[in-house]
Protein backbone atom coordinates (compact mmCIF):
# COMPACT_ATOMS: atom_id res chain seq x y z
CA UNK A 1 0.00 0.00 0.00
CA UNK A 2 1.06 3.46 -0.98
CA UNK A 3 -0.27 7.08 0.95
CA UNK A 4 1.09 10.23 -1.43
CA UNK A 5 0.44 13.49 -0.03
CA UNK A 6 0.37 16.39 -2.06
CA UNK A 7 1.38 20.32 -1.38
CA UNK A 8 2.33 23.51 -2.73
CA UNK A 9 -0.97 24.45 -4.49
CA UNK A 10 -2.32 27.71 -4.30
CA UNK A 11 -2.96 31.31 -5.74
CA UNK A 12 -0.58 32.81 -8.12
CA UNK A 13 -1.07 35.53 -10.99
CA UNK A 14 -0.60 34.84 -14.47
CA UNK A 15 3.22 34.23 -15.50
CA UNK A 16 3.33 33.31 -11.76
CA UNK A 17 5.57 29.58 -10.37
CA UNK A 18 4.89 27.00 -8.30
CA UNK A 19 6.55 23.82 -6.79
CA UNK A 20 4.15 21.20 -5.92
CA UNK A 21 5.23 17.99 -3.44
CA UNK A 22 3.97 14.61 -3.66
CA UNK A 23 5.75 12.66 -0.50
CA UNK A 24 5.18 9.23 -0.08
CA UNK A 25 5.03 6.61 2.21
CA UNK A 26 7.92 4.77 1.37
CA UNK A 27 10.09 5.04 -1.48
CA UNK A 28 7.77 3.91 -4.18
CA UNK A 29 9.16 6.67 -7.22
CA UNK A 30 12.24 4.86 -7.01
CA UNK A 31 11.08 1.32 -7.90
CA UNK A 32 7.94 2.71 -10.14
CA UNK A 33 6.58 5.29 -12.44
CA UNK A 34 5.28 8.47 -10.70
CA UNK A 35 2.78 11.10 -12.84
CA UNK A 36 0.93 14.47 -11.92
CA UNK A 37 -2.83 14.61 -13.16
CA UNK A 38 -5.04 17.71 -13.03
CA UNK A 39 -8.51 18.34 -12.92
CA UNK A 40 -10.51 21.80 -13.87
CA UNK A 41 -13.91 22.42 -13.00
CA UNK A 42 -16.30 20.78 -15.27
CA UNK A 43 -13.79 18.90 -16.74
CA UNK A 44 -11.72 15.14 -16.91
CA UNK A 45 -8.70 14.51 -14.84
CA UNK A 46 -6.00 15.04 -17.41
CA UNK A 47 -2.30 13.35 -17.46
CA UNK A 48 0.45 16.60 -17.20
CA UNK A 49 3.66 14.82 -16.31
CA UNK A 50 5.04 11.02 -15.94
CA UNK A 51 8.34 10.24 -14.40
CA UNK A 52 9.46 6.77 -14.94
CA UNK A 53 11.93 4.87 -12.61
CA UNK A 54 14.38 5.94 -14.62
CA UNK A 55 14.35 9.41 -14.15
CA UNK A 56 12.70 9.69 -18.48
CA UNK A 57 9.94 12.28 -18.07
CA UNK A 58 7.19 12.90 -20.66
CA UNK A 59 4.33 16.01 -20.56
CA UNK A 60 1.50 16.54 -21.97
CA UNK A 61 1.44 19.04 -25.16
CA UNK A 62 0.62 22.55 -23.06
CA UNK A 63 2.79 22.16 -20.21
CA UNK A 64 5.87 21.13 -22.61
CA UNK A 65 8.90 24.18 -21.95
CA UNK A 66 6.83 25.09 -18.80
CA UNK A 67 6.98 22.54 -16.13
CA UNK A 68 8.96 20.10 -14.71
CA UNK A 69 9.01 16.81 -13.06
CA UNK A 70 11.33 15.74 -10.84
CA UNK A 71 11.95 13.56 -8.34
CA UNK A 72 14.31 13.56 -5.06
CA UNK A 73 14.00 9.40 -3.85
CA UNK A 74 16.04 10.17 -0.66
CA UNK A 75 12.69 12.17 0.44
CA UNK A 76 10.48 9.50 -0.99
CA UNK A 77 9.12 12.79 -2.77
CA UNK A 78 8.16 13.52 -6.47
CA UNK A 79 7.91 17.14 -8.05
CA UNK A 80 6.36 19.48 -10.45
CA UNK A 81 7.58 23.01 -10.71
CA UNK A 82 5.59 25.37 -12.69
CA UNK A 83 6.38 28.38 -14.34
CA UNK A 84 4.50 31.10 -16.71
CA UNK A 85 1.48 29.81 -14.76
CA UNK A 86 -1.56 30.56 -17.11
CA UNK A 87 -5.16 31.18 -16.28
CA UNK A 88 -6.09 27.68 -17.97
CA UNK A 89 -3.46 25.99 -15.37
CA UNK A 90 -6.63 26.26 -12.65
CA UNK A 91 -7.27 22.79 -11.38
CA UNK A 92 -6.54 20.31 -8.79
CA UNK A 93 -3.24 18.36 -8.71
CA UNK A 94 -2.93 15.50 -8.09
CA UNK A 95 0.04 12.49 -7.23
CA UNK A 96 -0.14 9.49 -9.16
CA UNK A 97 1.37 6.00 -8.44
CA UNK A 98 0.88 2.43 -9.77
CA UNK A 99 2.93 -0.47 -7.93
CA UNK A 100 2.00 -4.62 -7.60
CA UNK A 101 -1.15 -3.20 -10.31
CA UNK A 102 -2.96 -1.22 -7.77
CA UNK A 103 -3.41 2.97 -8.44
CA UNK A 104 -2.61 4.88 -5.84
CA UNK A 105 -3.97 8.66 -5.68
CA UNK A 106 -3.20 11.49 -3.38
CA UNK A 107 -6.18 13.88 -2.22
CA UNK A 108 -4.78 16.84 -4.15
CA UNK A 109 -3.68 20.42 -4.15
CA UNK A 110 -5.54 23.49 -5.73
CA UNK A 111 -3.95 25.72 -8.04
CA UNK A 112 -5.45 28.42 -9.03
CA UNK A 113 -3.93 31.24 -11.47
CA UNK A 114 -5.84 34.58 -11.32
CA UNK A 115 -4.61 38.04 -11.26
Known amino acids: QVQLVESGGGLVQPGGSLRLSCTAS????????GSWHRQAPGKERELVAV???????TYEDSVKGRFTISKDNAKKTLYLEMSSLKPEDTAVYYC?????????WGQGTPVTVSA
Open 96 to 104: YARYNNLNY
Open 26 to 33: WSVFSIAS
Open 51 to 57: LDSGGYA
